[in-house]
C-alpha cells in the first residue's frame, strides 16, 4: 500500500473526454476537502485523523498539507513526532474536531489517509539513489505499525488548470482492504456534483464484514475474519491467495483454459479509441496484431491467480513492445486482467457488461463482485481489482474544475 494504484494512472492515460464544466475557465486552482463524520456515534470528532501528502507538482518533491493547506516539503526530520514499538514516524495527520476542511492547490500523486482511534504510522525515507519518499501502512508485513490501526484512503491527483487534462481525478479503493464504509462526493464549476463509494446513509461497517461472510464462496470468507477481522476485510492476494498461500492457485483452472483454448482459435475483441485486436497463443505468450496502429503486443506467458487479481507481473509488462506500442500493450493487458477477474473473457462483447460479470458457479474474484453490490456501492461503482476502471465500473470521478470533494466516514 505503499504506491499509486495502477487504476488511477491507468484512468488518466485513456484520454478521457473534458467534462461538461460551463464555467470551466472560472477555477481557481482551489479545491476544498471536507472530512465528515457519520459514524454514528462510534467516534467522535476528536478520535478521527486525516492527511493529505503527495506530490507536488513544480518539483516533485513529497508534501504533506498543512492545516492552512499549505504543501509542506516532507523531511526525514518529520520522524520522532511519533513512537510506536520502538519506531519513529512523522504525523502528518489533523484531528477531525480541529480541521474539518482545508483548500489546497493542485497535487499530484496525491493520497488523503483517514483512521479512527489514532494517527496512521508514516515514516519519511531516503533510498540508496538518495530520493526522498515516504512508507505508508504495509499490511502484508507482520510488523507493521498499522495492522491495529483501522484505516482507509482516497487516491487522488489535482491537476493544474494549464494543462490538457486539468481538474481532479479521484477515487475510493478497495484494491487492498476495506476498512470502513467511505463515501466520496465531488462537486464542480457547471453543476458537477457526483457520489460513489459505500452507502454510508444505510451501511453500517457490522453489516459489511456480516454480509462479505454470507455472500462470498467458503474460500473467501476468511478474508473478513480472524486475523485480519476487526481491523480490516483484505483482498484475496493479501490473504489466503496470495503466493504461497491455501489459495494460491485458485484462479488456475480458469486460466489454463483460457490459454488452451487461444492456442487453437483466435481471441478477437474491439477496444474503445484502439480498434480491433486478434490474439492467438503461441507457446505460453499471448500475442495480439492490429488495432488502429496495426501494431504487435504481447502478454509475455501465462498469468497466475496473484497476477490476475493484482494486475501485475506479465498483466503490466511492457516487455517485447516497440516503443510506440508500450501504452497500447499495457492497456490490452488490463483489459484481459479484468475479463479474467470477472470470468467473462470469452465473451469479448460482454467484457464491459456487468449482467454478465462473475457468472455463478464459475472461478473469479468474488472479492471484487461483493464492492459492487447493489446494497453496498453507489451505482455498483467499486475499485475490487487494480483495473475495474475497464468497462467504467470503478469508483473514479473527474472534473475540470472541482471545488470541493467530501468523504464521509461511516460505522
Known sequence: MKRMFASLALLMSMALAPSADIKAQEWNEQTVFEVVNQTRGAWTDQDIHWAIVGRRWSDGHFVWVDAQGQQIPMSVDDNGALVKNGETYTNYFHRLSDVPEVSI???DSARIMLSVGSPMYIKVLIDADGNLGYAGADIQNPTDANLDVVFDFGEMAIIPIDRPDRGIFVNTSRVDQFGFPLQLRVQGLGGYDETVGERVDTLTRDQVFERFVQRVPAEFAHLAQMPYAPHRIVAPAHGGFGYGRQHADYLQPYIDH???????????????????FTGRVQGDTLRFTGGNQNGTFFINGKPN???????????????????????????????????LNRHVIEQPAQWYDAAFHYPSGQLANRYAQFWHGDDIAHRNLAYGFSYDDVGDHSPSLHTQSPTRVTFTIGW
Request: no cysteine; proline share 5%.
Open 105 to 107: 492547490a493542485p497535487l
Open 305 to 339: 491467480t496473484q497476477m490476475v487479481m493484482l494486475g501485475e507481473g506479465l498483466l503490466n509488462d511492457a516487455a517485447n513492445a516497440a516503443p510506440q506500442d508500450i501504452d497500447t500493450q499495457l492497456q490490452i493487458q488490463a483489459q484481459v486482467a479484468a475479463a
Open 258 to 276: 483460457v490459454w488452451e483454448r487461444y492456442r487453437h482459435e483466435d481471441l478477437v475483441f474491439t477496444l474503445p479509441n484502439l480498434g480491433t
